[in-house]
């Protein structure tokens, strides 16, 4: 599903055209698509009906109020890896039983909270944050639900940086230990076990890794049944790949189904935690042009949205399909479009044919996943606006932030 498109040669979302936006709020502006948002949940949650399920969105990927709660208000539930993203979860209307909490870096902070509130189950990634859980669940005198975040050593075939499930990943628990850590689990008298995850990486394009490490885990969960360890539910965690330019990332509805078969007979529950897959694409960076800057080697167009921004093509040499707002006529140049940041590395595309003017506004597509949230003050630059179209209405869910807001925490020393 698209819903940014051309309409009489302007791009929209939605009903409202990104202009309109540009107007209203400024740039660098975040602007999503609720419309989007709810298809690509609903295709998740669609494709699972009949069977016992939770989609539990991945609030790293975009955690900003507004967005969290339209899926709240579809009945979705959340995954977490902090206590800062548990209580947007929270303020944004998610129901606490449909959370469960992952991370390898859990605070006691943290699972307090997360036990106050009652969360679904905290997805545990060692033997250490086992018995640390045991721990503050018994001074509480509460029992505490546990998933055992498992390794299953599969190569996801992803970018390194998001690759999660090789064996020298800091993630989760060796599989071939994993027997012994649920004994272990077992035993403790105030966790309750309750499930098995996996999260083995991001943006994959095939199936074949996420059926390699269903296999896996089923083989793990006959294991735990003959020790008398009954397992509720598989959690095989986020991961589906989304069309940034050319790739083809398998249809929901037949990697849900491949999943499905292999749990036919069983009496299973499952668990996803996507994220980029419902957002990513439901969202672009909206920006303008500053400058033109032509050199003997380069055309730049330096725009007002930068690295600290949007920083995944600094980072992962991410591609990102840029559009203009209002394409002209004329003959194209290719350029690289840049930040103001003081760093060559301050770039959000290269190369890219465009016929462009000073004061174009441009759209970063399928900036909509990992983009606001993964931005920062660098340059003492105000984090941008983040802007939700429902149909012909644009809201302001997040508004730009000031420069007071950007020291307001600092001061000199005394006198
Ligand atoms: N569950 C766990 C335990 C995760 O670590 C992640 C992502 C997800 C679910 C959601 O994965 P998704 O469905 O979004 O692929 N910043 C990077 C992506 C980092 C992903 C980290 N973990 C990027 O911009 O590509």
């Known amino acids: 599903m698209n819903t940014f498109e051309y309409r009489d040669g302007s791009l929209f979302a939605e009903g409202v055209a990104l202009s309109a936006i540009a107007q209203r709020f400024g740039t660098p502006t975040y602007v999503y698509s609720r419309a989007h948002i709810e298809a690509q949940y609903r295709a998740y949650a669609d494709a699972l009906v009949g069977m016992p399920h939770l989609v539990c969105f991945a609030v790293k990927a975009n955690s900003n109020i507004g967005v969290l709660n339209v899926l709240a208000r579809l009945g979705a539930g959340f995954d977490i890896v902090s206590s800062g993203e548990l209580e947007r979860v929270l303020a944004a209307g998610g129901e606490p039983s449909r959370i469960v909490f992952s991370g390898v870096g859990k605070s006691r902070d943290d699972m307090r909270r997360a036990l106050e509130v009652g969360v679904h189950c905290f997805n545990v990634e060692s033997g250490v944050e086992l018995e640390r859980l045991q721990k503050v669940a018994a001074e509480m005198d509460v029992k505490a639900p546990v998933s055992l975040r498992v ?72 294991k735990l049944a003959t020790r008398g360890i009954v397992i509720k539910h598989l959690d095989l965690g986020g991961g589906l790949g989304v069309q940034y330019r050319d790739e083809q990332p398998p249809q929901i509805g037949d990697y849900i189904a491949a999943v499905r078969k292999r749990l036919e007979g069983r009496d299973l529950a499952l668990v996803f935690e996507p994220g980029r897959f419902i957002v990513a694409n439901g969202g672009v960076l909206l920006t303008q042009v500053e400058y ?40 194209a140049r290719s350029y690289d479009l840049v930040g103001p940041i003081c760093e060559t590395g301050d770039f959000l595309a290269k190369d890219r044919q465009l016929v462009l003017k000073e004061g174009d506004l441009l759209a970063v597509r399928s900036a909509g996943a990992y983009g606001f949230v993964m931005s920062s003050n660098y340059n003492t630059r105000g984090r941008a606006a983040e802007v939700m179209v429902d149909g012909e209405q644009a809201f302001e869910v997040r508004r730009r932030e000031t420069l007071d807001e950007l020291f307001a925490g600092e001061s000199r020393l005394p006198e």
Not at 169 to 196: C, H, M, T, W
Request: glycine fraction near 6%; charge should be negative; proline fraction near 6%.
């Open 151 to 222: 390794n299953p050593d599969v190569d996801a075939g992803t970018h390194p940086y998001i690759s999660t499930g090789l064996k020298e990943n800091k993630f989760g628990i060796d599989i071939e230990q994993a027997e012994a850590v649920y004994a272990r689990a077992a035993e403790l008298p105030n966790l309750e076990v309750i499930g098995v995850d996996c999260h083995i990486g991001s943006q994959l394009t095939t199936l074949e890794p996420f059926l390699d490490a269903l296999d896996r885990l089923l083989l793990l969960v006959d």
């Open 292 to 331: 033109l800057k032509h050199t003997e080697h380069k055309d730049f167009a330096i725009i007002d949205a930068a690295m600290n921004d949007l920083i995944r093509p600094a980072l992962y040499q991410a591609w990102m399909e840029v559009s203009p707002v209002q394409p002209r006529e004329g003959e």
